[in-house]
């Protein structure tokens, strides 16, 4: 099922978000004291960036998923439409 497969991407890509989250702070700590060069924290902060527009990537095609599945399962888009409400 093509949602499934996609929740355990999104899953395995937000881990990966928290890591480079992680990576990036070392970075910047690194930096702060003098240790590397702020090259690193750059690469860290790309790769950070990268990793964080997969995950929403990931989150629209796992809610295009969700429609789907909702509409194989025989669900559908209301035709009508409730009467709008007067206030007098």
Same mark, same amino acid.
Do not use: C
């Given at each position: 099922?093509?949602?499934?497969?996609? #929740?355990?991407?999104?899953?395995?890509?937000?881990?990966?978000? #928290?890591? !480079?989250?992680?990576?990036?702070?070392?970075?910047? !700590?690194?930096?702060?004291?003098?240790?590397?060069?702020?090259?690193?924290?750059? !690469?860290?902060?790309?790769?950070?960036?990268?990793?964080?527009?997969?995950?929403?990537?990931? /989150?629209? /095609?796992?809610?295009?998923?969700?429609?789907?599945?909702?509409?194989?399962?025989?669900?559908?888009?209301?035709?009508?439409?409730?009467?709008?409400?007067?206030?007098?």
């Amino acid at each position: 099922m093509a949602w499934q497969a996609e #929740q355990r991407r999104n899953q395995a890509i937000s881990a990966q978000v #928290q890591s !480079d989250r992680r990576a990036l702070t070392l970075a910047q !700590d690194q930096y702060r004291h003098g240790l590397q060069n702020y090259l690193q924290v750059l !690469d860290a902060q790309r790769r950070m960036l990268q990793s964080q527009t997969q995950e929403a990537e990931s /989150t629209a /095609t796992l809610s295009g998923n969700l429609v789907q599945l909702y509409n194989a399962l025989g669900g559908g888009w209301e035709q009508a439409f409730p009467e709008a409400r007067t206030t007098k």
